[in-house]
């Protein structure tokens, strides 16, 4: 956590000589730091704390191609409107600071009581942006509320998927081969994405990478966060054959070395490329305080199709107080969607501190777990329990995804190159 703070919440922001333009209507002021607080595409669950640093330093989370309009509502006490004016973050002088360069300023078009900019990100590939708001020479003193990046890009609705088996799986039903659970999962995928098409189901082995394949023994069970550090072996996603490498890289493992956790994946990823925050893990078991305990084949489905939730940007129906932890925001207490319930006894029970697992510069870690075996609270009680991004497994059956969940996965697959 430590690390985390020093690598976000504390990185000095340096402007790089001879790149800065200036605007005719505001000098440019600069970001003196990142805040830990992102506005992601089409997100509906409203956040005070990026609206609290759109002044000063919020960060955007951006896709090449896409056409974005950032809005929030006017401060009826000031008659003027500021001057968007964005950053985009280079790379890294040394631990502490980062390079930035002066993209746009932006000026308002007022409608309905609400400021809209709009721009279109020319990146070669996804990027961080930084925000300030400026007006008469200063910055802007004026409240910020509801802010929101609506976003539209040209990537297809559909997607494939890429089950890469790592090391020895044993179904816990072990008649079970992988190719009759990777039909299984075909069908999850079809039946709860409904209006997106799912093309293809690819599985691939790792021990046949073609290049990394040595390090993964087949006969091994392999321990996601022991067997290796990167609890995300996020090193095989982007396969490399020309049909999988822009797929949803699943990852299937023995185990997550995290106690309770079924699966992991960053929210708002959208990286189906490859690299960081290019995979979605799931396992086969469950890792226990005192070793470890079956999951069903329905669970492990419905936890691939979970984590792929998080992964094109659906956040728990209930936040948990981990998820704050995670996000450093505690202005987040649901999903923004007025279709999915929201349990308020969840959130009162302070659930689920977990430490931190490592993070993206992109995209935080989400993550599904067994709330049952770790608490006295009746999760079946919560209005929003049937619901696919409810936070935990429940033992009971799944409705699946809200008519508002869908189309906001639609939307987003428009934004993230694939
Ligand atoms: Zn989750």
């Known amino acids: ?20 333009e200036v605007d005719p209507g ?21 956040s005070d704390s990026v609206a609290a640093y759109l002044t000063s330093g919020a960060v955007l989370s951006l896709h090449p191609g896409v056409s974005y309009t950032l809005s929030f509502d006017k401060d009826s006490s000031l008659d003027e409107a500021p001057v968007l004016q964005l ?5 890294a002088l040394d631990d502490q600071r980062y390079s930035i360069r002066h993209v746009r300023s932006l000026d308002a078009v007022e409608k309905d009581g609400r400021y809209y900019y709009d721009f279109v990100c020319e990146e070669n590939d996804r990027a961080r942006w930084v925000t300030t708001l400026a007006l008469n020479g200063d910055f802007y003193t004026g409240n910020v509320k509801n802010v929101r990046l609506d976003a539209e890009g040209p990537y ?6 890429n089950l890469i088996v790592v090391g020895k799986v044993v179904f816990p039903d072990s008649s079970m081969t992988v190719q009759a659970f990777a039909d299984s999962m075909l069908k999850s995928f079809r039946k709860f994405f409904k209006g997106i098409g799912i093309d293809t189901l690819y599985v691939r082995y790792a021990h046949e ?7 993964y023994p087949a006969d091994e069970p392999w321990l996601a966060g022991r067997s290796s550090d990167d609890l995300f072996v996020s090193e095989l996603g982007g396969w490399p054959e020309k049909e999988l490498k822009k797929s949803l890289d699943l990852v299937l493992v023995h185990r997550i070395e995290a106690d309770h956790v079924l699966g992991y994946s960053y929210l708002y990823s959208g990286n189906f490329g490859g690299g960081e925050g290019s995979t979605v893990v799931i396992g086969t078991r469950e890792k226990t305080p005192y070793g470890e305990s079956e999951v069903t084949v329905g669970e492990i489905l419905e936890t691939a199709v979970h984590e792929s939730g998080h992964f094109l940007g659906l956040r728990h129906t209930t936040s948990t107080r981990s998820d704050m932890s995670e996000t450093m925001d505690y202005s987040v207490l649901e999903d923004g969607f007025t279709d999915t319930p929201f349990c308020r006894d969840l959130l009162l029970s302070g659930l689920l501190k977990k430490n931190s697992v490592g993070h993206s510069d992109f995209a935080v870690p989400a993550y599904r777990l067994d709330l049952a075996a770790a608490a006295d609270f009746s999760v079946t009680d919560c209005p929003d329990h ?10 009971e059956e799944f409705e699946g995804f809200s008519e508002q969940q869908l189309e906001h996965v639609r939307k987003n697959l428009t934004v993230f190159p694939h």
Do not use: W
């Open 87 to 91: 950053f985009r973050v280079g790379g």
């Open 209 to 215: 990478h073609p290049d990394l394949g040595k390090k």
């Open 1 to 20: 956590m430590k690390k985390f703070f020093s690598l976000i919440f504390l990185v000095n922001l340096v402007m790089l000589l001879g790149c800065s």
């Open 156 to 161: 297809s609705k559909n997607f494939s998927i």
């Open 386 to 395: 049937r619901n696919l991004m409810f936070p935990s497994v429940t033992g």
């Open 26 to 46: 505001e000098p440019v002021l600069q970001p003196s730091f990142m805040s830990p607080y992102v506005l992601f595409p089409n997100d509906p669950a409203i």
